[in-house]
C-alpha cells in the first residue's frame, strides 16, 4: 500500500472510535523520520485506547505493522510508529500542552480527501 493509503486507512479507524479533531501534517519535505503526523484526541483512557487497537488491527490486516508502541498503559499520548506514518493520540489535556501542530507548523496541514 502506498502511505497516502496507509494514512487514510488509519483515519478511518480512529474515526470508528469517534476520534476528535483529527489534523494530518505532512512533514516529509521538512524531515526524515515519517511523511505524515496524525493527530487525534479522545475524551478518556479507554476511548484513547480502543483508538489505539483499532488502528493497530486495521492496519495490521493490510500488512503494515506496528514499529513501534509508547505511552499506551497511560493513555494520556499514545504514539504508534508505523515508519511513514506516526499517529499522536492524546488526551485534550496533554494534546494542548505538547500542541504539536505549532510545533510542526513548517509541516502542511492537509485534509483526508487529499491524500
Known sequence: MKTNEIAKLAIDALEDKKAEDIRIIDISHISTIADYFIIADGSNKSQIQAMADNVSEKLAKQGCHLKQMEG????????????????????????????????????????????
Open 72 to 115: 499506551y498503559q497511560n493513555a494520556n499520548w499514545i504514539l504508534m510508529d508505523f515508519q511513514d506514518i506516526i499517529i499522536h493520540i492524546f488526551d485534550r489535556e496533554n494534546r494542548l500542552f505538547y500542541d504539536l501542530e505549532r510545533i510542526w507548523r513548517d509541516g502542511i496541514s492537509i485534509e483526508k480527501d487529499s491524500l
